[in-house]
């Protein structure tokens, strides 16, 4: 009977997580970027018919959605890194406390020390509760106006960007299927072989 120790978990710390947030997002990106490849092979490819728009629409859809969670994912990540800091913060202050508790100091010292250390406390309390709250961005409260505006910019500085260098389009390369089948190409590595040996 075998005795099987039980591992011990380890805990991640949070910019591991970040990290994966951002791996997700470009996962994310490089959907949409192949969806949009999609969109334009077929429409090149294809006449178009009511198919053919259904199809479109549903990639554009799920472009659409694609986006939703990217949007999620930042979010997310932005939170993390909030928590990062929260936790570098900490840390900090457990580093302060323990160099305060090292130092020979008399009574007095002691008494006043406790007392900033005290209305530290507070302070950092106050701090600690306003950082950890969640995120909230009011994307809900943003206007059409200012989305437009926006919008205007992004697509400004898409022009500028794109001046600046030529994006390459994204190639699908299938493998090519052999022409030979299975038999002739026994056939031939057999007769490779022999005429290798000198047979």
């Known amino acids: 009977m075998k005795c099987f120790r039980k591992k011990t978990k380890e805990k991640e710390s949070i910019a591991t997580y970040i990290n994966d947030m951002k791996n997700l997002d470009h996962t994310l990106d490089l959907m949409i970027r192949r969806v949009q490849q999609d969109i334009i092979r077929i429409t090149k490819d294809q006449k178009p018919t009511k198919h053919l728009a259904r199809r479109r629409l549903m990639y554009k859809r799920h472009i659409q959605n694609i986006e939703n969670r990217r949007s999620n994912v930042l979010a997310r990540i932005l939170q993390l890194e909030n928590l990062h800091l929260n936790e570098m913060q900490i840390n900090s202050l457990q580093n302060i406390a323990a160099a305060h508790k090292n130092i020979n100091i008399s009574n007095e010292d002691v008494e006043?020390?406790?007392?900033?250390?005290?209305?530290?406390?507070?302070?950092?309390?106050?701090?600690?509760?306003?950082?950890?709250?969640?995120?909230?961005?009011?994307?809900?409260?943003?206007?059409?106006?200012?989305?437009?505006?926006?919008?205007?910019?992004?697509?400004?500085?898409?022009?500028?960007?794109?001046?600046?260098?030529?994006?390459?389009?994204?190639?699908?390369?299938?493998?090519?299927?052999?022409?030979?089948?299975?038999?002739?190409?026994?056939?031939?590595?057999f007769d490779e072989q022999v005429w290798t040996m000198g047979i």
């Open 112 to 189: 006043s020390l406790i007392d900033k250390l005290d209305s530290f406390k507070d302070d950092f309390e106050e701090v600690n509760e306003l950082l950890t709250k969640d995120i909230d961005f009011n994307t809900d409260e943003l206007d059409e106006e200012e989305l437009m505006k926006e919008l205007e910019h992004c697509a400004e500085e898409k022009e500028k960007l794109s001046a600046k260098r030529n994006e390459e389009e994204i190639k699908l390369v299938f493998p090519e299927v052999p022409k030979e089948n299975k038999k002739d190409a026994w056939k031939r590595k």
